[in-house]
């Protein structure tokens, strides 16, 4: 299955502490996407990037998160000096540029912050 | 700003009966995603509409969009318990991709034996 794949699964940290999510898309998929889904809500978008121009960020992405996609293939999300409001789970989706452009959701990595 | 409204919010059904969830959204938008999440996993995609009076059909579940209205809907035919999930719509406004996708809050469907 070559599926989008996120690492990890599941993070603990204390308050105040960086952390760093990665994502793998789909291989041949140009888009990559970030999201942020708390428990209840529908997921919201943080940013995203074609190949590995950075072309979106909303204004949920403060200065603390951080974005990459080196060399277009996997994107690493960061968060610095984490909060408790940051816990969610962080989705990552990729599509291709044309067509339908169905976005593609991995299994996501769940934050709690301490 | 893009709003997409979702209702119910919170379903429970019997097996066997038929059921419709809508979605509406503030927009011109010619593009609609229909997801599907099991609890504690990722987002499952059902369906994608393109244009004005589009229909898409698999299993037990349609969906339809009316891009003047700004309403879509995914009926769902002789519900059966494997279908219980929380279903969301997502509007892509910017056309393409870009923006990313605005979800609504889901609909919680619990479908009993």
């Known amino acids: 299955d070559t599926g989008v794949s996120q690492n990890p699964r599941h993070k603990i940290t204390k308050r105040g502490q960086n952390v760093t999510f990665r994502c793998d898309p789909i291989?041949?998929?140009?888009?990559l996407y970030w999201y942020r889904q708390t428990l209840g809500q529908g997921p919201e978008f943080l940013t995203y990037?074609?190949?590995?121009?950075?072309?979106?960020k909303s204004r949920l992405l403060s200065d603390r998160f951080s974005a990459e996609r080196p060399k277009g293939s996997f994107s690493t999300l960061e968060i610095q000096r984490t909060e408790q409001g940051d816990s969610a789970m962080y989705l990552c989706?990729?599509?291709?540029?044309?067509?339908?452009?169905?976005?593609?959701f991995g299994p996501g990595t769940r934050l709690l912050v301490l | 700003e893009l709003k997409v409204e979702q209702n119910p919010l919170f379903l429970s059904m019997q097996e066997g009966k038929n059921y419709t969830i809508y979605c509406n959204y503030s927009?011109?938008?010619?593009?609609l995603y229909w997801y599907r999440q099991d609890p504690g996993k990722s987002l499952e995609s059902l369906f994608v509409?393109?244009?004005?009076?589009a229909v898409k059909q698999e299993g037990r579940l349609m969906a339809s969009l009316d891009t003047k209205a700004r309403l879509s809907t995914l009926h769902i035919t002789a519900a059966v318990h494997d279908l219980s999930a929380t279903y969301f719509c997502?509007?892509?406004?910017?056309?393409?991709?870009?923006?990313?996708?605005?979800f609504g809050k889901g609909t919680h469907l619990i479908i009993q034996p």
């Open positions: 291989s041949e998929h140009n888009r």
């Open positions: 990037f074609q190949n590995e121009a950075q072309l979106e």
């Open positions: 989706a990729s599509s291709l540029l044309a067509g339908e452009v169905t976005q593609y």
């Open positions: 509409l393109l244009s004005n009076g």
């Open positions: 997502a509007v892509d406004a910017a056309g393409g991709g870009a923006d990313g996708l605005t």
């Open positions: 927009t011109t938008s010619d593009r």
